[in-house]
């Protein structure tokens, strides 16, 4: 493999993923000249400006950030171009780049997304992909172009969706493929070969809506069961418990589910087990181990049932 080390490279991200990948790239040695973030953002109770975890790690290893409002003109175009980068990362940046960006670095921009594209373009890939019942995720490292997560595919990996596995674990999972994988690029990027991705195969991972995390127990075993661990552990799914909003964890699923018979409504919890209660689906039902009630921390619902919090014939509904 060629080592392209001397690249200078310009990474452009926000969050801990793109924070994650930033840090392989200058642990390995690899010459990042400047890094783009978007603006920091107040959080918490006092509402106190927050460092983006890229702008973090830039600091960390005194690399230059940059956090403009647009990276595509003014200010922020201005820094990019002092920079004379050879070619441009993003993962998770969160902004579009335009034409004049596209076409700056003589190698190119490129971005890491979290699905096997074409399936998956947009803004929740993983999410999208646990909710739908994938079998299989991965990461694709491919050449920006204007259009969203359109461009051709330098590199793609792939990796299992066990049936258990929610969000925190497939992120997990994906962020390792991910650091691997854009090493990987970097270091073949002269022996590369570009594969068009496919249009008729194209689906889209839609932004997350307050409407996407009410889960409705009218709908059969593994669709619920998708859609809890979809969300698990942030920000979790919403259902009504005997009136009261609670957030709902830890769904877990074996195909015996699929056969438990019973008379009561969708959305009744019907059986007791030791790490978790069983609530009615619209055929069979889905083992729930923690539950959120308002204002509290996550427990287990069988501390909940133990603080009668919970109780057998206790119903779940939607809004």
């Not at 926000?14 to 924070?19: C, H, L, M, S």
């Not at 877990?252 to 790490?275: A, H, M, R, V």
């Amino acid at each position: 493999m060629t080592n392209n080390r001397n690249f200078k490279i310009v990474f452009m991200g926000t969050p801990d993923f793109g924070a994650e990948v930033l840090e392989e790239l200058i642990k390995n040695n690899f010459n990042v000249v400047g890094a783009f973030s978007q603006p920091d953002k107040p959080k918490g109770r006092g509402k106190k400006l927050q460092p983006t975890p890229v702008k973090e790690v830039a600091l960390k290893y005194n690399v230059p950030i940059f956090q403009p409002k647009s990276v595509n003109k003014g200010e922020g175009f201005d820094f990019l171009k002092e920079l004379n980068a050879d070619i441009i990362i993003t993962a998770a940046f969160g902004k579009i780049l335009r034409k004049n960006v596209l076409t700056l670095p003589l190698k190119g921009c490129w971005n890491v997304h979290a699905s096997l594209l074409p399936k998956y373009r947009g803004a929740a890939p993983i999410q999208r992909s646990i909710e739908n019942g994938e079998n299989e995720t991965g990461i694709t490292i491919f050449k920006m172009v204007e259009a969203l997560d359109a461009g051709d595919i330098a590199v793609q990996k792939s990796i299992p969706l066990e049936i258990n596995d929610n969000f925190g674990v497939v992120y997990e999972k994906l962020l390792a493929l991910a650091k691997e994988t854009v090493l990987e690029f970097l270091n073949s990027f002269d022996q590369l070969t570009l594969k068009p991705q496919n249009e008729e195969e194209a689906s889209y991972a839609e932004k997350i809506t307050k409407e996407d995390l009410k889960v409705d127990f009218n709908n059969g075993t593994i669709k619920v069961h998708n859609k809890i661990r979809a969300y698990d552990p942030y920000p979790g799914v919403r259902s009504l418990y005997e009136g009261e909003e609670v957030k709902i964890f830890g769904s877990n699923f074996s195909t015996d589910l699929l056969t438990i018979e019973n008379e009561e409504e969708p959305g009744t919890i019907i059986y007791i087990e030791k790490d978790g209660i069983l609530v009615k689906c619209r055929d069979g039902a889905v083992k729930i181990k923690e539950i959120q009630f308002p204002g509290k921390k996550r427990i287990t619902t069988i501390d909940a049932l133990n603080g009668k919090k919970l109780k057998v014939l206790g119903h779940f509904s939607l809004y």
